[in-house]
Structures are given as structure tokens and as C-alpha cells.
């Protein structure tokens, strides 16, 4: 950034010599803002959004969220800002400012000449304002914390103009790429990088779902079934789950023995992850009585418990097993 404003400045006075004269663009603002020498001004109201913005920073559950979400919003603008300031060179609106006439890569000024479009002050204003926004309290302090972020905000916005730090419309670019910004890193972060169960220690310190130790577990599992994320953070995965599921209940139910049926298994619907034992049987659940007339053409599965390798297989057996059974009796009633 100082390297381009550098160059922005170097280009600016060789316009001033090529014109012989140094001037002001016009500005309706200018018109009705009176000029106030007293820059240190924007350098205060830079200090007076940025140290709240701080403590609001240390005081707040998820402390690198708010940190991650600030460093990279503000990066954003700035990388903006980076391929204006020097594509289009434009006069200094303040006739007291300074050249940057030195090394491009060492020299280091404050306020120097051509640095215009568009103003970094009222950058750094906003992104702080939308801070407060996004992370402040939900509650009436917050609230008036927030809005008194907001009018401290327009007011540094007025005090750069004021000082002719900057035309009008370099304030107005600020405050249209900051919320930008703010936002475009928020729909990145959510689609990127939360919903696919990265960086989750960031955006949950606590548990996976909770923003504040006040979240209620229900809204914390809501929470999580949007983000489409089980409570360990991994994406959610049905058949993963299922399977999970029935390897919970293979650990608590005993294993049949060698050739055995298990009908309960089957008569409450649970598939556990194992080598499935697919017989014929006679006296079928009432279950089964009650999909067909012919129950032994149906098949029960029995499972015993052989390692989580085994459960898609068994899957495949009991869908297999299925569509045979009901097939057969599709066939059995065309013949009736």
C-alpha cells in the first residue's frame, strides 16, 4: 500500500509541474464544509474507532473469529484499494501537502500528496463500525454502543473531508468497499470454510454451534444442522451416521450365534454393520405378514457384529434381500 501511494504521490507532482500550477477539483462538499487545517484530527478519530473496537475484541466469546473476520475484510479493501490509488491520478485537494520524492519502496510519509482515491481513513471507520454490528452485544448497551460507533463514523467521514484529506467521492468509495468487503469475507468464511468443517476452533471455541455460552442446546443443534455439521465438526454424512447408529446398537446387543436368526433386528429396523446371514424363513415377523401373502418369500437378516468394514455390505444384503422378496410377490399376484 505505501509502495503504490509512493508512486501515486511521484505521479501527482509530475502533473502539478507539467500544468505549471497546483489546483483543486471541483467538490459539492467543499462548497458547504468549510476548510479546517487541523489534520491531526483524522488521525484521532482513527484512534477513537479502533481502541472500543479493541476492547470489544477482548471482551467477546470468540475473540480470532472477530479478529480473522476484521484483519481480512480490512485486507480485502485495502488490495482495493491498492489498484486505485495510482491508476488514476488526480490533484491533491489540500494545499499544504507533502511529496513523497524517494525511494517508492523506503519512503514512508503521512498524508503525502496524490494518495486520493480513496481514502484509507474512512477505510479503516467503517470496517471498525461494522465490528460493532456484526459482534456487538445483542442487548440495549450494545445497541447504543453500536449506534454511538456509527455517528463517531459520519463524523470522522466529515472531519476528513473538512481537512481536505480527501474529495468527497474517495470518502464515498470507502464506504461503499468496506461493508462490501465485510460482508464478501463473511459469505467466503460461512461457504468455505465453516459449512466444510475448517478452522471450526475459530468460529466455536466452545462446541461446535455455539456463538455465546448463553446458546441454548437446542439452538446450538439447529445451528448445526444448517451448517450441515456433526457435534465433532465433520460434515454430515447419512450413511456414516446410520452406520454409526447400528454400530451403537451392535455393541449393545449380543451377537447370534453360528446360522441363528435374529428376528427383533429386523422387526425394529436396525441394520447393524456386520456380515449379514440371509436365510428364509417360515414364521415370519407380523411385520412382514402385513406386506404380503406370501411372508416366507421375504427374507430376515441376521447380523453379527464383524468390524465397521463389513456395513455397507450388509446394506446391499438387506436391499438386495428386499427387492427379491417383493418382487417374487409382484410376480405371485400377476399369477392370481
Given at each position: 500500500?505505501?509502495?503504490?501511494?509512493?508512486?501515486?504521490?511521484q505521479?501527482s507532482?509530475?502533473?502539478?509541474?507539467?500544468?505549471?500550477?497546483?489546483?483543486?477539483?471541483?467538490?459539492?462538499?467543499?462548497?458547504?464544509?468549510?476548510?479546517?487545517d487541523?489534520?491531526?484530527?483524522?488521525?484521532?478519530?482513527d484512534a477513537?474507532?479502533?481502541?472500543?473496537?479493541v476492547?470489544?475484541?477482548?471482551?467477546h466469546?470468540?475473540?480470532?473469529?472477530v479478529?480473522?473476520?476484521?484483519?481480512?475484510a480490512?485486507?480485502?479493501a485495502?488490495?482495493?484499494?491498492?489498484?486505485?490509488?495510482?491508476?488514476?491520478?488526480?490533484?491533491?485537494?489540500?494545499p499544504?501537502?507533502?511529496?513523497?520524492?524517494?525511494n517508492?519502496?523506503?519512503?514512508?510519509?503521512?498524508h503525502?500528496?496524490?494518495?486520493a482515491?480513496?481514502s484509507?481513513h474512512?477505510?479503516?471507520?467503517v470496517?471498525?463500525?461494522m465490528?460493532?454490528?456484526?459482534?456487538a452485544?445483542?442487548?440495549?448497551?450494545?445497541?447504543a454502543?453500536?449506534?454511538?460507533?456509527?455517528?463517531?463514523?459520519?463524523?470522522?467521514?466529515?472531519?476528513?473531508?473538512?481537512?481536505?484529506?480527501h474529495?468527497?467521492?474517495?470518502?464515498?468509495?470507502?464506504?461503499?468497499?468496506?461493508?462490501?468487503?465485510?460482508?464478501?469475507v463473511?459469505w467466503?468464511?460461512?461457504?468455505?470454510?465453516?459449512?466444510?468443517?475448517?478452522?471450526?476452533?475459530?468460529?466455536?471455541?466452545?462446541?461446535?454451534?455455539?456463538?455465546?455460552?448463553?446458546?441454548?442446546?437446542?439452538?446450538?443443534?439447529?445451528?448445526?444442522?444448517?451448517l450441515?455439521?456433526?457435534?465433532?465438526?465433520?460434515?454430515y454424512?447419512p450413511?456414516?451416521?446410520y452406520?454409526?447408529?447400528?454400530?451403537?446398537?451392535?455393541?449393545?446387543?449380543?451377537?447370534?450365534?453360528?446360522?441363528q436368526?435374529?428376528?427383533?433386528?429386523c422387526?425394529?429396523?436396525?441394520?447393524?454393520?456386520?456380515?449379514?446371514?440371509?436365510?428364509?424363513?417360515?414364521?415370519?415377523?407380523?411385520?412382514?405378514?402385513?406386506?404380503?401373502?406370501?411372508p416366507?418369500?421375504?427374507v430376515?437378516?441376521?447380523?453379527?457384529?464383524?468390524?465397521p468394514?463389513?456395513?455397507?455390505?450388509a446394506?446391499?444384503?438387506?436391499?438386495?434381500?428386499?427387492s427379491?422378496?417383493?418382487?417374487?410377490?409382484?410376480s405371485?399376484?400377476e399369477?392370481?
Amino acid at each position: 500500500m505505501n509502495v503504490m501511494a509512493n508512486v501515486a504521490s511521484q505521479r501527482s507532482k509530475e502533473i502539478e509541474d507539467a500544468l505549471g500550477m497546483r489546483f483543486t477539483l471541483p467538490d459539492v462538499f467543499f462548497e458547504f464544509i468549510g476548510y479546517v487545517d487541523m489534520l491531526w484530527l483524522t488521525d484521532m478519530f482513527d484512534a477513537l474507532m479502533f481502541v472500543p473496537t479493541v476492547l470489544l475484541v477482548l471482551s467477546h466469546e470468540r475473540p480470532w473469529r472477530v479478529v480473522s473476520r476484521l484483519l481480512l475484510a480490512w485486507g480485502l479493501a485495502s488490495l482495493i484499494r491498492i489498484t486505485t490509488v495510482a491508476i488514476t491520478s488526480v490533484p491533491d485537494p489540500r494545499p499544504t501537502c507533502e511529496y513523497a520524492m524517494g525511494n517508492v519502496f523506503t519512503t514512508f510519509t503521512l498524508h503525502r500528496c496524490g494518495d486520493a482515491i480513496y481514502s484509507g481513513h474512512t477505510l479503516i471507520f467503517v470496517i471498525c463500525a461494522m465490528v460493532w454490528t456484526s459482534f456487538a452485544p445483542k442487548n440495549l448497551v450494545g445497541r447504543a454502543l453500536t449506534t454511538f460507533v456509527w455517528a463517531l463514523c459520519i463524523a470522522g467521514s466529515l472531519i476528513v473531508i473538512a481537512n481536505r484529506a480527501h474529495y468527497t467521492i474517495d470518502v464515498i468509495l470507502a464506504w461503499y468497499i468496506a461493508p462490501g468487503s465485510w460482508y464478501t469475507v463473511a459469505w467466503f468464511w460461512y461457504w468455505h470454510i465453516t459449512k466444510k468443517g475448517r478452522l471450526l476452533k475459530i468460529e466455536f471455541p466452545v462446541e461446535v454451534g455455539r456463538h455465546r455460552d448463553s446458546d441454548l442446546p437446542e439452538k446450538c443443534q439447529r445451528r448445526r444442522v444448517e451448517l450441515g455439521l456433526m457435534p465433532d465438526g465433520t460434515p454430515y454424512d447419512p450413511v456414516t451416521l446410520y452406520l454409526n447408529a447400528a454400530r451403537g446398537s451392535a455393541e449393545l446387543t449380543p451377537p447370534p450365534e453360528e446360522g441363528q436368526m435374529y428376528g427383533p433386528v429386523c422387526e425394529s429396523g436396525t441394520l447393524l454393520p456386520a456380515n449379514g446371514l440371509v436365510e428364509e424363513k417360515d414364521d415370519a415377523s407380523p411385520e412382514f405378514d402385513r406386506i404380503g401373502e406370501r411372508p416366507q418369500d421375504h427374507v430376515v437378516v441376521a447380523v453379527r457384529q464383524s468390524g465397521p468394514s463389513q456395513g455397507q455390505d450388509a446394506v446391499g444384503e438387506l436391499g438386495r434381500g428386499f427387492s427379491e422378496g417383493f418382487g417374487r410377490e409382484d410376480s405371485f399376484s400377476e399369477k392370481q
